[in-house]
């Protein structure tokens, strides 16, 4: 095995509903070797609205489930070796959460990527940020290899369930800053609620919002979020 250099992307497109087509724009500025997407449709028209980014961006999905409205797309030539998902603890009148799991791998080189969407209520979002945690550690007992975690974690680096997470894992923007940090809003960013953490021989090289990579314009058009891009390489056995 070698040394592979990658780029994930997380990215919460609120379903769509503002421009598709600056959200496929964004996407393929960013030039992604797997993307994981937080409010991916799940309402009317649902597939087709996925499908039609899917091939807007040349993407396969490796796994795309409506419930929790969570997606993991790669670029061709990635082996999706195993998939998960996971439904977490449900509240009275809250949004059902999910974590979507997919063990890949790149060049010889395992990965396993999580992709979530934590809760706007303190308590739910805090047990869920330990349920995916416990579901992806889980994961990678049973598929060995070192792994990331993309999150709209609806929180800032200081609230209880980020640094549950980083406790953890490594917060990539935080420790390799690139780009812009805040990711919430798109339009007027003010706070920093969507991130990409890594786990075991992961390399991250830089981590953030790509604004010298994809249309700003675009950005605030596609989504109410900015996405979080994380170059990163796996470390394979010379």
């Known amino acids: 095995m070698s ?3 990658l780029r994930v992307l997380s990215y919460n497109v609120r379903a769509l509903r503002d421009d ?17 997407l937080q409010e ?13 980014l899917d091939r807007a961006t ?11 409205g969570l997606a993991i797309l790669c670029r061709p030539g990635i082996e999706v070796r195993r998939i ?16 979507s799991m997919a063990a890949l791998k790149i060049d010889g080189n395992p990965l396993l990527v999580g992709c979530t969407h934590l809760d706007l209520h303190p308590g739910a979002r805090l047990h869920h940020a330990g349920e995916a945690l416990d579901h992806l550690g889980a994961f990678a007992a049973e598929n060995p290899g070192p792994y990331v975690l993309a999150a709209d974690v609806n929180c800032p680096p200081d609230g209880s369930a980020w640094r549950l997470i980083t ?20 339009r007027r960013p003010r706070t920093r609620i969507d991130g990409v953490f890594t786990s075991g021989d992961v390399h991250v090289r830089r981590a953030g919002v790509p604004v010298d990579l994809a249309d700003p314009d675009d950005m605030a058009a596609a989504s109410d979020h ?13």
């Open 167 to 186: 406790a953890v894992m490594h917060d990539a923007a935080g420790e390799h800053p690139w780009g812009a940090a805040d990711t919430f809003t798109s």
């Open 226 to 238: 900015r996405p979080v891009l994380a170059d990163i390489t796996l470390h394979g056995d010379t």
């Open 58 to 68: 040349g993407m396969v999905p490796a796994i795309s489930r409506r419930t929790g």
């Open 84 to 99: 998960g998902h996971r439904v977490l603890r449900q509240y009275p009148a809250m949004h059902t959460r999910t974590l």
């Open 40 to 52: 991916a449709p799940r309402l009317l028209g649902w597939r087709a609205k996925r499908r039609e």
């Open 3 to 5: 040394n592979s250099d």
């Open 20 to 36: 598709p087509d600056a959200v496929a724009r964004v996407i393929n500025a960013c030039d992604p070797d797997i993307v994981c």
